[in-house]
């Protein structure tokens, strides 16, 4: 009975030590059930509570059956540590003993074959795979080592000397000695400075770089900055370093073997020439094409489209950028190459480039300091002429005496070949598809950047593609805001023309092309006039040995005259076709819309009223009348055709009466407004449109897209005039007049872009205020908007801090709009719709300031901060940051620009 008790109780039996043994094991047994049910916090928490309870002696004891079960002192390093730690650890060996601890273990065969341990080896050697290893694919940076060693002609000095010769000549005693001095005194100063580099070196290199120099192809982006010291030792390393193999591999072809010790291996010609390939910046295989585009190219997108498949193509805005941030667009692209030609799609005229806002490259403005550097730069980034490089202009300045002076500075500027259309073709950009000046290749620079079906379908439909992309753009910009224009570009491009059916839109190119070639067949000149040819490359010829005879001299000046006259002939008649064109079109509306309008009000079934019917078609109806009687005096004086004739005076009196036009440019946007009203309030005025608009008598044209006639005839007159001009001798009597129009046209083209102009950026301005809250007022004169950026604001907590140790803390999303005079700064704010990818941002006003009195200041670069500048007003300041590097650079180059022109008005 006592045991009994004893066995129930509470307390451990210590007399009793066979009764202690089991009641020990029972509630061992107790806890060891209770520990399976518990959780792993409880469990830990157990565990915690014991081993507090534990003397020094017992925790040992737990200590030492660890070191047991688990001996880490035998461990491998290379399955316990990080991988990237265990790969620092072999990239301090060479590849002899990578190779011997490759057949140690698997794991140390996977880490010692990587890539990034065998890479910088390969690379110092000049060695490069001549593909790009797949995700999945390892070792293959180590196997190409070993094949490029395995062809390497290695000789020994017996070999070598049976082969090239003894080149270490026995010299005299003196001699001799002062030599081996020198060399050795030489070679010890330059590997002090190489181990001295490698110990500076040792404390910023991430792992996976060689222990030599820091390869600039797998240079970390949250490596370190080295100092200005470490970087300069670097420097000189690496120069030394080139200048032992270059030595090395200048020496080895004449000698493999010098004093019984080998030098850097000699490559292959296998492997050589893959070497050359990648260095070789003058070689034409790595020369590539680039190509920039504007993007106030209509339809831009469907333009980067077309731009071939080994071209570069660099896409640009038009709008908020400057000359210098254009040269870092181009150098980024080209990435240190040149280009074995350039081309610039932009928009223009034949006297003049609109490169960029602000900038239209003409004679007046060509030898400014800032132009002129600009050329210059971007003439060193093409080939030389002799190596076939050239500057590809897609604007006409072939097509007038100031375009070709243009073009010949530029090419005086830059010592580069300058090339540009000579067509005379009216229409969207048809002057590209023509033939082009100083054509020495056999390609013209159209098919040297472009697919030349789809551009020409770019070309046709042109006007009515911008249209289209509008909506494109408006619902696609969302999901490619994080994308590059180019890459956006190709994107909607392809899309577009995919929509479009291009393929059944050149369905019938090839017989096109076949019956093109069966007329070229056809219009061959006969033998007689082929003979004239021969003996107009005798002359050229005997011109060249200087032996001139005065018949030779009238044949040529005969020839010349004939060209000349047969190409203003061409003009004139291209002038003729296209206001008979244009005519036709302004007679549309006149018979589709005036007539029935007219004559429903005459039978009391008005559709609208005389006033609205007066207000809307009065002008264009005064203009078509102008250009019946203008294109009346083109045919009668067309009929009589001789290269003696003249149009100058024609010109003359129609430009004397073009105060109908600008009764049309002033009450244009009130037409426009009227329509529109009309449209809304009469039902029958509305089913009047829709039964007419777009229909095959219409051309598929709206009516206020054919009321955009009158605003785009006056370029196309420009520019027949200048090419016209270009082609009449100087001694001819029209000369004069056709200087006298094109003055007049001129300055009635520049009322109509100014008029557009301002249209545009009211426009603008008013689609601004409404987006950003409690704006104010943004309608000022001359105000016009340059560029939007989008920054991250900071805030420092402690600005006695030195700047490389301050920390920053984002606070707020900010957008500033630049404008010419003033700079606004608003909060941004972005909110996801449910149900959409697409996301909302608004916009919050919170100041603004004068350009004259913001202060722009850069902030270097530190470890906690990047692409930041602090914009200084009277009142505030705003430390701001950009998401890249390009985008900071771009923003302050833009800001200073105008910061500059605004101190200067």
Not at 211 to 239: F, I, M, N, W, Y
Not at 448 to 467: A, G, M, R
Not at 580 to 604: F, W
Not at 793 to 806: A, G, K, N, V
Request: hydrophobic share 40%.
């Amino acid at each position: 009975m006592e045991s009994f008790q004893t066995r129930f109780s509470a307390w451990t039996p210590f007399s009793n030590m066979s009764l202690n043994r089991q009641l020990f094991q029972e509630r061992v047994g107790l806890i060891s059930h209770w520990f399976d049910l518990w959780t792993n916090k409880q469990r830990q928490e157990f565990l915690f509570t014991i081993l507090l309870r534990c003397s020094k002696s017992q925790l040992r004891f737990v200590q030492d059956w660890f070191s047991q079960r688990m001996q880490v002192n035998k461990v491998d390093f290379s399955t316990v540590l990080p991988r990237f730690i265990s790969l620092y650890i072999f990239s301090f060996l060479n590849p002899k003993d990578l190779c011997a601890a490759a057949q140690v273990s698997w794991p140390w065969k996977f880490l010692t074959e990587q890539d990034c341990l065998w890479r910088p080896k390969c690379m110092k050697f000049g060695w490069y795979l001549p593909y790009m290893p797949t995700d999945n694919e390892y070792g293959a940076w180590k196997h190409h080592y070993i094949a490029c060693v395995s062809h390497l002609d290695w000789l020994t000095p017996r070999e070598a000397t049976a082969i090239y010769g003894t080149l270490n000549e026995p010299k005299a005693g003196d001699d001799e000695l002062q030599e081996r001095q020198r060399e050795k005194c030489l070679r010890k100063m330059t590997w002090e400075k190489i181990a001295l580099n490698k110990k500076e070196l040792f404390k910023a290199r991430p792992p996976w770089v060689s222990g030599t120099c820091c390869s600039r192809l797998l240079k970390s982006k949250c490596q370190p900055r080295l100092s200005q010291t470490v970087r300069d030792r670097v420097g000189l390393h690496k120069a030394l370093e080139k200048q032992l193999v270059l030595a090395s591999l200048e020496a080895l072809p004449k000698r493999n073997n010098i004093s019984g010790r080998h030098s850097y291996p000699l490559l292959s010609k296998k492997y050589w020439y893959r070497v050359h390939k990648n260095y070789d910046c003058s070689s034409d295989a790595f020369q590539p094409h680039c190509i920039l585009i504007s993007s106030r190219i209509p339809a831009y997108e469907m333009v980067v489209d077309s731009v071939k498949t080994d071209v570069i193509s660099v896409v640009y805005e038009h709008c908020g950028i400057t000359l210098e941030s254009l040269l870092s667009l181009i150098e980024k692209a080209l990435n240190g190459r040149k280009a074995q030609s350039m081309g610039i799609f932009s928009t223009g005229d034949s006297r003049e480039i609109d490169l960029l806002q602000g900038y239209k490259i003409g004679l007046q403005n060509l030898l400014c300091p800032e132009v002129r550097d600009f050329w210059e730069k971007l003439g060193s980034f093409v080939a030389t002429g002799e190596e076939g490089g050239h500057v590809a202009l897609f604007v006409p300045l072939a097509a007038s005496e100031a375009g070709m002076d243009v073009l010949s500075q530029l090419s005086q500027l830059t010592g580069t070949l300058f090339t540009a259309p000579t067509g005379i073709a009216t229409g969207s950009y048809q002057h590209i598809l023509s033939d082009w000046l100083s054509q020495q290749q056999d390609k013209i620079p159209l098919s040297i950047y472009f697919i030349e079906s789809k551009l020409q379908t770019w070309c046709n439909l042109t006007d009515f593609l911008e249209d289209t992309l509008k909506s494109v753009r408006r619902q696609l910009s969302p999901f490619f805001k994080d994308l590059k224009k180019s890459i956006s570009g190709r994107m909607i491009g392809q899309f577009m023309f995919d929509t479009l059916s291009t393929v059944n839109i050149l369905s019938n190119q090839g017989i096109a092309q076949a019956l093109a070639d069966g007329l070229m067949e056809l219009s061959k000149e006969n033998s007689e006039i082929n003979n004239i040819e021969d003996n107009s490359q005798d002359t050229k010829w005997s011109l060249g040995k200087r032996h001139l005879n005065f018949e030779v001299l009238i044949k040529l000046e005969r020839k010349l005259q004939m060209e000349s006259a047969e190409k203003r002939t061409q003009v004139v008649r291209e002038l003729l076709q296209s206001e008979r064109k244009y005519v036709q079109m302004l007679e549309i509306v006149r018979d589709v819309y005036v007539t029935p309008l007219k004559a429903a009000l005459s039978s009391n079934r008005a559709i609208l009223s005389a006033a609205n019917i007066q207000i809307i078609f009065c002008d264009i109806l005064w203009i078509l009348s102008l250009n019946r009687q203008f294109l009346d005096n083109l045919k009668d004086r067309l009929q009589e055709w001789c290269p003696a004739q003249c149009v100058g005076d024609i010109f003359i009196k129609f430009g004397s009466q073009l105060n109908t036009y600008t009764n049309f440019f002033n009450n244009y946007s009130v037409v426009l407004k009227t329509i529109e009203k009309c449209r809304e309030m009469i039902p029958a005025f509305r089913s009047f449109l829709k039964r007419h608009e777009k229909t095959i008598i219409t051309k598929m044209l709206s009516l206020p897209e054919l009321l955009l006639y009158p605003s785009r005839r006056f370029e196309e007159y420009i520019h027949l005039l200048y090419a016209l001009r270009c082609h009449t001798p100087a001694e001819h009597v029209d000369r004069g007049d056709l200087t006298t129009a094109i003055a007049q046209i001129k300055q009635y083209k520049d009322y109509i872009d100014q008029v557009k102009q301002n249209a545009i950026r009211k426009d603008q301005l008013s689609d601004i205020q409404k987006i950003i809250g409690g704006c104010p007022s943004l309608s000022e004169v001359n105000r016009y908007l340059i560029r939007v950026q989008d920054v991250a604001q900071l805030h420092c907590s402690d600005d006695e801090i030195i700047f490389s140790l301050r920390l920053y803390e984002h606070v707020h999303d900010l957008s500033l709009f630049l404008f010419n005079d003033v700079l606004l700064v608003s909060r941004r704010h972005t909110s996801h719709i449910p149900f959409e990818r697409t996301s909302k941002t608004t916009y919050q006003f919170i100041a603004s300031v004068a350009l004259p009195r913001l202060l722009v200041e850069d902030v270097p670069d530190s470890k906690y901060i990047k692409n930041s500048f602090v914009l200084q007003g009277p009142r505030h300041e705003w430390i701001c940051a950009t998401e890249v590097e390009d985008d900071k650079f771009l923003w302050l180059s833009v800001l200073q620009n105008a910061i500059r022109s605004s101190l200067k008005k």
